[in-house]
């Protein structure tokens, strides 16, 4: 077996979804557009808000990953939009659009054979890329899983039901 192959495999996975769980594409299909400023229950933030969280988050990360001299957002205010600003069409979709090219991004940096999962990072020592990439999909796969119910506590189903 083909243990490197087999990771990328299976990290490739987990970054798309849909194993265990709802994909990002399923979590934003059909989002209706008059709902994306509506406030989550007993919360601070919209579901534009959460969307624009996380496409700034992968970003970041990816940003770390490819580029020595990003410098990461103020934390946490710099992770989020401002907390009243309010979403268009066009910011919601360019939110759903960014996230999905960074996260192709990403998915390239898993499937590249030249990409050293564990070797130290050059200008981070401290980091390896395997960390990152882990991070990047269980910081997705919980925020789709929060649209998710979101979408159920506010009842805007998504279009596939589990």
Same mark, same amino acid.
């Given at each position: 077996m083909d243990v490197d192959k087999a990771m990328r495999q299976e990290l490739l996975a987990l970054l798309r979804g849909g194993n265990a769980h709802m994909t990002f594409d399923e979590a934003v299909?059909?989002?209706?557009?008059?709902?994306?400023?509506?406030?989550?229950?007993h919360g601070s933030y919209t579901v534009w808000h959460l969307l624009?969280?996380?496409? /700034? !988050? $992968?970003?970041?990360i990816l940003e770390f990953v490819r580029n020595p001299?990003?410098?990461?957002?103020?934390?946490p205010g710099?992770?989020?939009?401002?907390?009243?600003?309010?979403?268009?069409?066009?910011?919601?979709?360019?939110?759903?659009?960014?996230?999905?090219a960074d996260l192709a991004a990403v998915?390239? /940096? !898993? $499937?590249?054979p030249q990409t050293d999962f564990f070797g130290p990072m050059p200008h981070a020592k401290e980091y390896v890329i395997f960390r990152e990439m882990l991070l990047v999909a269980d910081h997705?796969?919980?925020?789709?899983?929060?649209?998710?119910?979101?979408?159920?506590?506010?009842n805007l189903k998504p279009v596939k039901e589990y």
């Amino acid at each position: 077996m083909d243990v490197d192959k087999a990771m990328r495999q299976e990290l490739l996975a987990l970054l798309r979804g849909g194993n265990a769980h709802m994909t990002f594409d399923e979590a934003v299909s059909g989002f209706p557009m008059e709902e994306i400023n509506r406030k989550v229950p007993h919360g601070s933030y919209t579901v534009w808000h959460l969307l624009d969280h996380m496409r /700034i !988050v $992968q970003w970041d990360i990816l940003e770390f990953v490819r580029n020595p001299r990003h410098v990461s957002p103020d934390f946490p205010g710099g992770y989020w939009p401002p907390p009243d600003e309010q979403a268009t069409r066009t910011k919601w979709e360019k939110s759903v659009e960014g996230f999905r090219a960074d996260l192709a991004a990403v998915q390239q /940096i !898993v $499937q590249n054979p030249q990409t050293d999962f564990f070797g130290p990072m050059p200008h981070a020592k401290e980091y390896v890329i395997f960390r990152e990439m882990l991070l990047v999909a269980d910081h997705n796969a919980f925020h789709v899983g929060e649209l998710v119910a979101l979408r159920r506590v506010l009842n805007l189903k998504p279009v596939k039901e589990y």
